[in-house]
Antibody, heavy 119, light 110 residues
Framework: EVQLVQSGAEVKKPGESLRISCKGS????????ISWVRQMPGKGLEWMGR????????NYSPSFQGHVTISADKSISTAYLQWSSLKASDTAMYYC????????????WGQGTLVTVSS | QSALTQPASVSGSPGQSITISCTGT?????????VSWYQQHPGKAPKLMIY???SRPSGVSNRFSGSKSGNTASLTISGLQAEDEADYYC??????????FGGGTKLTVL
């Protein structure tokens, strides 16, 4: 069974750094790209970017380029999303999802990680 | 890149059919047969319902169908059921090798 298990909820202060994780299991981790998706409170889905775990090649939405970093450690089948300096506007639910086809369909999703940034 | 345009809400009675539209541009929806649709119930992760415009993943009811004409894609749900009440999002691959979502549509089953 394909599973993506994300790390737990985080409460941080503005300016702090953070890395959240997404561990894949039940499939060959290096064979499928992973995407990250943001959902701000009461709002819609926003695609942040994706990574190819086999070589860590990434591409980002212009809206998120330079604001976050997506990485992966294929030795432990885990993808990451990180911030160097959080803002209150980063408060959101973050989902990882596995691409299942050429046109970026997101066929498997993690349970989500709630990030709250507040002073 | 701008979000794809969806109606904010649609509604229908049990047993009826509804259609949700998703309008983009020639750089996304109109340029590729890579439109997907997702269902999201409150407090849950999204679920892929349609991919590549009209293909259904294994396990998704055949009451869900997708189509596309020009820059507009559509999701049709036939035989509406109470459990279909949820938010629905379209997405499309883009000419920049990125993905763009629609703003989402809240489906109410009356």
């Amino acid at each position: 069974e394909v599973q993506l298990v994300q790390s737990g909820a985080e409460v941080k202060k503005p300016g702090e750094s953070l890395r959240i994780s997404c561990k894949g299991s039940g499939y060959s981790f290096t064979s499928y790209w992973i995407s990250w998706v943001r959902q701000m409170p009461g709002k819609g889905l926003e695609w942040m970017g994706r990574i190819d775990p086999s070589d860590s090649y990434t591409n980002y939405s212009p809206s998120f380029q330079g604001h976050v970093t997506i990485s992966a450690d294929k030795s432990i089948s885990t993808a990451y999303l990180q911030w160097s300096s959080l803002k209150a506007s980063d408060t959101a639910m973050y989902y990882c999802a596995r691409l299942t086809g050429q046109g970026y369909p997101l066929g498997y999703w993690g349970q989500g990680t709630l990030v709250t940034v507040s002073s | 890149q701008s979000a794809l345009t969806q109606p904010a809400s649609v509604s229908g009675s049990p047993g009826q059919s509804i259609t949700i539209s998703c309008t983009g541009t020639s750089s996304d929806v109109g340029g590729y047969n890579y439109v997907s649709w997702y269902q999201q119930h409150p407090g849950k992760a999204p679920k892929l319902m349609i991919y590549d415009v009209s293909s259904r993943p294994s396990g998704v009811s055949n009451r869900f169908s997708g189509s596309k004409s020009g820059n507009t894609a559509s999701l049709t749900i036939s035989g509406l059921q109470a459990e279909d009440e949820a938010d629905y999002y379209c997405s499309s691959y883009t000419s920049s090798s990125t993905l763009v979502f629609g703003g989402g549509t809240k489906l109410t089953v009356l």
